[in-house]
């Protein structure tokens, strides 16, 4: 099964930051909707953003103003720049795309990478 490749991640302290990269490959070709879904312990996997391949973008209401994804069309790639981190914004975080224009069930994804913000 094809899977998108995912890097960053990692532990950082609270108020820190870290990027997230999460690349298609070439064999997938057609992709507008890309974005990061994260679960934390003991909660269900939850939506965090979305960019289209026209650069519209979504983000939960928890994460605004922190987070930022952007993409590179040209290399099938996007990414998560998520600024002053909370604890509360540790999970498993996994890239997601589409050839639709949303995410609400991805046909691709990727193996996830680990965020821990300590306290």
């Known amino acids: 099964q094809v899977q998108l490749v995912e890097s960053g991640g990692g532990l950082v302290q609270a108020g820190g930051s870290l990027r997230l990269s999460c690349a298609a490959p070439?064999?997938?070709?057609?992709?507008?909707?890309m974005g990061w879904y994260r679960q934390a312990p003991g909660k269900q996997r939850e939506l965090v953003t979305v960019?289209?391949?026209?650069?519209?973008?979504n983000y939960a209401d928890s994460v605004k103003g922190r987070f930022t994804i952007s993409r590179d069309n040209a290399k099938n790639t996007v990414y998560l720049q998520m600024n002053n981190l909370k604890p509360e914004d540790t999970a498993v975080y996994y890239c997601?795309?589409?050839?639709?224009?949303?995410?609400?069930?991805?046909?691709?994804w990727g193996q996830g990478t680990q965020v821990t913000v300590s306290s």
């Open positions: 070439a064999s997938i070709f057609g992709l507008n909707a």
């Open positions: 960019i289209t391949s026209g650069f519209s973008t």
């Open positions: 997601a795309a589409d050839r639709l224009e949303y995410l609400l069930d991805p046909h691709y």
